[in-house]
């Protein structure tokens, strides 16, 4: 374990550690744009600049390792100015676009330019024009004028996704980012490039001018698209939620997330949900809160305990939620008769190698423990046989979250229907529902940044999150749905304020309208 | 002293070129006596020859040899025939007039590595060299002087010619390498060195052709015979090619240590009637430049061009003289510079076209007298902070032209035009 010393302090590191990361370990700040924790080490921005004792030149910190003894600093005037002239070579041919830049507000060089600018430019020459709005792909827009040449996306590509669409052509000052021929960027993962790329060079076709940075809340939970459960950030503010990124998780996801877990904000906005609960008996569609639908239910309820009441969830809760439902349906209504819907069948095992798997729910583990600890072995063949035979005639469903990955939601809409009363809850609109004849209570439920719990990943990891914000007010969690579907009295408490940060870091930005580019904010200089 | 020819004895023979007229002059007839040495023998001879690398960096080569990992890895030979340095162009013949000189030099010291595969890295543009050295290349083969147990030694060589796209970065050992493995030619960072993890990640020991072609007389005459020429520090003989205002530009084996202005008055037959020596860049577009008062102090030595802020390069001279206009001078190379960086590391890929775009605003008449010192700051902060030396070859021709011809520049700046030639970039070039 050598020990350095880092602008006076003594620092301990792993054999093999880096100054750069024995900087980040010891909080010392220090520029880079083309270091990436999850690449190879590139060393082209040449800012990760420091002085070691006993070396005449400057040196960068993000290749060379740290050996015992070796002193360290990188505030040192020789450093500045070398970080000076390494920022004025990134701005010579960068447009100053900050006004209309996507990445304002998060940009790598617009923080170093606060820290190392303001001063008066040299460059007097015309720039270097590059092409502007490339459409690399489905997913990425490349602004070429602002790319700095990090290669952190062309690294990305050949070393994480392993697709290799990127490259970087032509050389010198004319040299572009580019995807090879007869390519696009079209991989599962391919907008883990933008969150990559320290300037506004790539950006998400999805994200893309839709919101300023600075006027988002943001808070980390738990990704439900699929098994594997990667920590992420979601991005918000009084309009919805606008964006999904991944945080770094060493047991789970590293650095990295799916392309189709960055769509799960979309299935909590407003205008993607059940808003207010919908019961309709034979006289049609009465509309109320979501609270007074489960105790609406809990009549019939109470009146099909035992063998003629089913249970069928999707594994799109917590267990928390999972626990509570389950043990009612046990204990209150005395039935075993709880079923999993498995969604997707033929690719519920895939892996693509990386993290995103077929199976589609975020908790499928803790809904088989949940059922194996109340002894619940009934298969979907008993339900459908069930049904079938008229023995079951009331059925209460956890739908999912996100309907798009159950495809044959509509058919077991239809097939559930059979029941004489369907009581079905979850937080999307759906037409197939809506259309059902006969009785049925649509119950709105909370999403998973609505809430508090825990969802096991497909290794068995459990990982806890908590609730970011409210979005329905009325939805209801599973836990709560259990209690009043049970008879139980409960005060549900709605706000007419939704969307209120409650999961925020410390050091976040609190403010809405306050500019989020945190070194200026730290600062104070706004 | 003059010049001394171990080398390029018998360059002026055409039939120098095939493996007969090759054979004729004493060709392969150390590579026997070789491949009976310990390979350990031949790294310490080259050693105590003193060669050191003719590419331009000046490394000694025995010393190179000795940093492969003793593990048994697979390694490679690579000759670097690349040479794209402006000015430079001694290979050329090398590999023109004597082909097999150099692919003995390779067997002999792919023997004293323990490499079994070896390529020769050609720029794209040598078609007439790359013709020769493939025809010598089969010869061997057919002699059997190649392949599989080579003069019934056991020791096993194959030897393919690559042709480079014609990138000067390709040059650079590391930038060879990513070109050699298919990729783009950019230089790779280093540590590791290419004697630890080059080709293919295997170990790897790039040479330069002229640095090859001299093992296999270290090994024939022996390294003191070597160190008969040349200084303590700079042994051995040297190619020097002379291009500019000279009598007779081309190619000139002397011995090290040998005085430069010797080399222009003597060897290439002087200075054109009438002319002046106003300035040399001795080793290659990357080194500075001497102005002529300098010249006379200089010998051909690492060392004494050292001393002089300069380098013995890859032994390019470029001879100018006092109808030659240093600012236009400048304005090639800083555009050739700008052409030819990789794009990878940023002081250089935007330096040099900072560079080149402020030395074209002077010769085109929209100069800043400021413009001056700027390239004098932007050369500065290029320098060693990048992964290769292609930053450093652009920026130190700038210093020292704009500090030692300032007035020039100076007088561009305000007049529009050049002092010498008293004309405009326009009317220079149409």
Known sequence: ?526 | MAEAKVLTEFYHLPEFQTLAGYKAKGGYETLPKALKMQPQQIIDEVKASGLRGRGGAGFPTGMKWGFLPKNGEPRYLLCNADEGEPGTFKDRMMMERAPHQLIEGMIISAFAIGSNKGYIYVRGEYVYPIECLNKAIKEAYAAGLLGKNILGSGFDFDLDVYRGAGAYICGEETGMISSLEGLKGQPKLKPPFPAVQGYLRKPTIVNNVETLAAVTYIIKDGAQAYRKHGTEKSAGTKLFSVSGNVMKPGNYEVPLGYPLMDLIMKECGGMKPGRRLKAIIPGGSSAPVLTAEEVAKANLDYESLAGLGTMLGSGAVIVMDDSQCMVDMLGVLTHFYAHESCGQCTPCREGTGWLNKILHSILEGRGRLQDIDLLIKVADNMKGKTICALSDAAALPVLSFVTKFRDEFEFYVREGRSKVKGTTYAEMHH
């Open chain 1, 1 to 526: 374990m050598p020990k350095c010393t880092i602008n006076g302090k003594e620092v301990e590191v792993k054999e093999g550690t880096s100054i750069i990361e024995a900087m980040q370990q010891s909080g010392d700040r220090i520029a880079h744009y083309c270091w990436h924790p999850g690449l190879s080490v590139a060393g082209v921005c040449r800012l990760c600049m420091v002085e070691i004792e006993g070396n005449p030149r400057v040196q960068i910190a993000c290749n060379t390792m740290v050996t015992e003894g070796m002193k360290i600093n990188n505030t040192s005037e020789k450093v500045r100015d070398a970080v000076k002239w390494g920022l004025d070579f990134h701005l010579i041919n960068h447009p100053l676009d900050c006004p209309i830049c996507d990445q304002a507000g998060e940009c790598g060089l617009q923080d170093q330019y606060m820290e190392y600018g303001k001063y008066d430019p040299e460059m007097a020459e015309p720039k270097q024009k590059k092409h502007k709005v490339v459409d690399l792909g489905p997913t990425v827009v490349l602004d070429s004028e602002r790319c700095i040449l990090c290669s952190r996306c062309v690294r990305f590509t050949e070393e994480v996704s392993k697709t290799n669409e990127l490259g970087i052509f032509n050389r010198g000052d004319r040299s572009e980012i580019g995807t090879h021929d007869g390519l696009e960027l079209n991989n599962k993962y391919s907008l883990n490039t933008v969150d990559i790329c320290p300037v506004g060079a790539l950006t998400s076709k999805d994200f893309r001018f839709r919101q300023r940075v600075w006027y988002l809340k943001d808070a980390e939970t738990v990704c439900n698209g699929c098994a594997t459960g990667c920590s992420v950030k979601v991005y918000y503010n009084k309009e919805g939620f606008f964006r999904v990124k991944p945080v770094y998780n060493e047991k789970v996801n590293g650095h990295w997330m799916c392309d189709e877990g960055r769509d799960i904000y979309k299935f909590v906005n407003r205008e993607h949900r059940l808003l207010k609960a919908q019961v309709r008996n034979a006289s049609g569609w009465t509309e109320m809160t979501a609270g007074a639908a489960a105790k609406n239910a809990n009549e019939v309820l109470k009146n099909a305990s035992g063998d003629s009441l089913a249970l069928v969830l999707t594994a799109q809760y917590t267990v928390e939620e999972f626990d509570a439902i389950v043990s009612t349906f046990v204990n209150e209504f005395k039935t075993k008769k709880v079923f999993f819907w498995i969604n997707n069948k033929e690719s519920f095992d895939n892996f693509d190698g990386l993290l995103l798997r077929g199976d589609k729910n975020p908790n499928t583990k803790g809904l088989l423990k949940v059922l194996e600890k109340h002894g619940i072995t009934a298969t979907w063949s008993d339900l459908s046989a069930g049904l079938a035979n008229g023995s079951i005639k009331t059925i209460v469903v956890a739908g999912p979250e996100n309907q798009a990955v159950f495809p044959d939601f509509a058919e077991r809409v239809k097939e559930l229907s059979k029941a004489q009363n369907l009581i079905w809850m979850q937080s999307g609109k759906n037409d197939a529902l809506m259309s059902l004849t006969g009785n049925v209570w649509l119950i709105p439920m909370k999403s998973f940044v609505e809430k508090d719990g825990t969802f096991v990943n497909h290794a068995g990891l459990e990982q806890k999150f908590k609730k970011v914000t409210t979005v329905v007010s009325e939805a209801l969690t599973l836990t709560e749905a259990a209690l009043l579907l049970a008879g139980k009295n409960l005060a549900i408490p709605t706000t007419a304020q939704t969307f209120l940060p409650l999961n925020q870091r410390e050091d976040q930005v609190a403010l809405e309208a306050r500019k989020k580019n945190e070194f200026v904010f730290r600062r104070g200089s706004l």
